[in-house]
Protein backbone atom coordinates (compact mmCIF):
# COMPACT_ATOMS: atom_id res chain seq x y z
CA UNK A 1 0.00 0.00 0.00
CA UNK A 2 1.52 3.59 -0.81
CA UNK A 3 -0.04 6.70 0.24
CA UNK A 4 0.22 9.82 -1.75
CA UNK A 5 0.16 13.45 0.23
CA UNK A 6 -0.62 15.55 -1.66
CA UNK A 7 -0.12 18.49 0.87
CA UNK A 8 2.26 17.38 3.62
CA UNK A 9 0.46 17.83 7.06
CA UNK A 10 1.05 20.61 9.59
CA UNK A 11 0.05 23.52 11.88
CA UNK A 12 -0.77 26.58 10.28
CA UNK A 13 -1.40 28.63 13.76
CA UNK A 14 -0.72 27.13 17.16
CA UNK A 15 -2.17 28.49 19.93
CA UNK A 16 0.55 30.61 21.63
CA UNK A 17 0.16 31.79 25.11
CA UNK A 18 -2.89 32.94 26.74
CA UNK A 19 -3.11 34.17 30.33
CA UNK A 20 -6.26 33.37 31.76
CA UNK A 21 -8.18 33.40 35.11
CA UNK A 22 -9.82 31.36 36.98
CA UNK A 23 -13.34 29.97 36.35
CA UNK A 24 -12.69 31.77 32.76
CA UNK A 25 -13.47 30.06 29.66
CA UNK A 26 -10.19 29.40 27.81
CA UNK A 27 -10.40 28.46 23.51
CA UNK A 28 -7.25 27.08 22.40
CA UNK A 29 -7.07 27.17 18.62
CA UNK A 30 -4.90 24.71 16.21
CA UNK A 31 -4.96 25.35 12.79
CA UNK A 32 -4.11 22.59 10.65
CA UNK A 33 -3.37 22.35 7.64
CA UNK A 34 -3.04 18.87 4.90
CA UNK A 35 -4.47 16.47 2.58
CA UNK A 36 -5.10 13.87 3.59
CA UNK A 37 -6.18 15.84 6.38
CA UNK A 38 -4.54 15.33 9.95
CA UNK A 39 -6.20 14.92 13.56
CA UNK A 40 -5.88 17.51 16.55
CA UNK A 41 -4.40 16.16 19.55
CA UNK A 42 -3.82 18.16 23.17
CA UNK A 43 -1.32 17.44 25.24
CA UNK A 44 -0.99 18.46 29.04
CA UNK A 45 2.44 18.19 30.22
CA UNK A 46 3.48 15.53 27.45
CA UNK A 47 0.05 13.65 28.07
CA UNK A 48 -3.06 13.76 26.28
CA UNK A 49 -5.18 15.80 27.42
CA UNK A 50 -8.81 14.12 29.18
CA UNK A 51 -11.84 14.90 27.49
CA UNK A 52 -14.53 15.80 30.33
CA UNK A 53 -17.87 17.97 30.16
CA UNK A 54 -15.46 21.23 31.55
CA UNK A 55 -12.87 20.34 28.82
CA UNK A 56 -13.88 19.56 24.96
CA UNK A 57 -12.44 19.18 21.86
CA UNK A 58 -14.74 21.43 18.80
CA UNK A 59 -14.90 19.51 15.52
CA UNK A 60 -12.45 22.03 14.07
CA UNK A 61 -9.59 20.97 16.30
CA UNK A 62 -9.73 23.70 19.11
CA UNK A 63 -9.97 23.11 22.80
CA UNK A 64 -12.47 24.72 25.00
CA UNK A 65 -11.75 24.37 28.69
CA UNK A 66 -15.21 25.87 31.08
CA UNK A 67 -14.57 27.18 34.63
CA UNK A 68 -10.57 27.13 34.31
CA UNK A 69 -8.87 25.89 37.65
CA UNK A 70 -5.67 26.29 38.51
CA UNK A 71 -4.99 22.88 37.98
CA UNK A 72 -5.76 23.88 34.20
CA UNK A 73 -2.44 26.15 34.52
CA UNK A 74 0.15 23.94 33.01
CA UNK A 75 1.72 23.61 29.68
CA UNK A 76 -0.80 22.90 26.47
CA UNK A 77 -0.09 22.08 23.31
CA UNK A 78 -1.28 20.75 20.16
CA UNK A 79 0.00 18.07 18.27
CA UNK A 80 -0.90 16.51 14.92
CA UNK A 81 -1.58 13.12 14.00
CA UNK A 82 -2.59 11.13 10.72
CA UNK A 83 -4.56 8.39 10.50
CA UNK A 84 -4.64 6.31 7.58
CA UNK A 85 -7.49 3.83 6.72
Do not use: H
Not at 47 to 61: H, K
Request: aromatic letters at 8%; proline letters at 8%; glycine letters at 6%.
Amino acid sequence: MSIIFTVPPEILTPPGNKAVTVAERVVLTCSVGGDPAPEVMWLKNGRPVTLSERIRQLSNGSLVIYRSTVSSYYKIVCVIELFIK
